[in-house]
């Protein structure tokens, strides 16, 4: 059905089915019991000052009859419900792990070759994947319709999910839970390869054609819609929970200290690498570090794109 999201995982036809499942015999019900209610109500109605009612003490067999069929209807949605709902709890053992970290306003992947991406999860089709997520700040949640999954992301604590996704293409990533001023920012994309393509993307392949043909500032700009920069920092000089990216190059910036500098590329790559160590005067330390997330050449592209914003 259209008016569902599009199914691309071996989950999503099961919720379906236990949605659709309950929904129907709702309808159902609905129809039965409204269809009764006005008839009733329109043969049964007072019909002067002097009619009586009669007295009427109960009915054991109507009584009866609608205890036992709803709570047998009740059993089966149960039980339908639970087996689905156990099937989504239990990871297959061959599942490969990845593990997901979210933070203020980022998603970030780290594979089990320790490959890591920000804001771009890649999975295999037909193969299935397990997700041990945890959160570094406040409650976050991992939300992929065209999958039927979600799940919640703790401090302190792992939460997981799993799933086979069944369809090469992008799907979206939501944060479904209320996590501050970039929730709505917090986005991300379920990329899923075909075999031979994830193979390539694995050894690295990939990356390296996309970079041929694009310029530094043109990746630049895909890094700071992709990594989260733009959850903090926007290009057209409003202050958003971190400073502008227009005309910081070149630019001045007055610390925390007081200490006035003039930001050039070493400063943003610092900013980039180790953000608590010079923090802008009338900001929150808040931005997470990138180190180890965004290569020498990614953050090169990001300062080859700032420098299009002067
Ligand atoms: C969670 C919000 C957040 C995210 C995400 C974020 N930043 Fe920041 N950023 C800040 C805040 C707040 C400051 C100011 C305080 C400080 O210097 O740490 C800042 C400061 C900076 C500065 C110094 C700015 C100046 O005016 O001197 C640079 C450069 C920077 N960020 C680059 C980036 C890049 C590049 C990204 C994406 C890869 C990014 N930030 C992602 C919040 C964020
Ligand atoms: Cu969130």
Known sequence: MSWLPEVAS????????????????????????????????????????????PYITGNLTLELIWTVIPSILLMVIFVYGFVVFKDMRTPPKEATEINVVAKQWLWQFEYYNGKKTLNELYVQQNRPVKMVMRSDDVLHSFFVPAFRV????????????????????????????????????????????????????????????????????????QIYANSGCNACHSLDGSKLVGPTFKGLIGGESELEDGEIITADENYVRESILEPQGKTVKGYPPVMPSFKGILSDNDISALIAYMKTLN
């Open 150 to 221: 979600k799940q919640d992301l703790m401090g302190g604590r792992y939460t997981q999910l799993w799933f086979t996704p069944t369809k090469v293409g992008t799907f979206q990533l939501f944060c479904a839970e209320y996590c501050g001023t970039g929730h709505s920012k917090m986005l991300g994309k379920v990329i899923v390869l075909s075999p031979e393509a994830y193979d390539r993307w694995e050894k690295g392949e990939e990356e390296e054609e996309g970079v041929a043909s694009l310029s530094p500032a043109e990746r630049g700009e």
């Open 10 to 53: 071996n989950l999503a036809s099961k919720v379906d089915g236990v949605l659709w499942f309950i929904t129907i015999i709702s309808l159902i019900f609905f129809i039965i019991i409204s269809t009764f209610l006005i008839y009733f109500a329109i043969k049964y109605r007072r019909r002067g000052d002097d009619e009586e009612t």
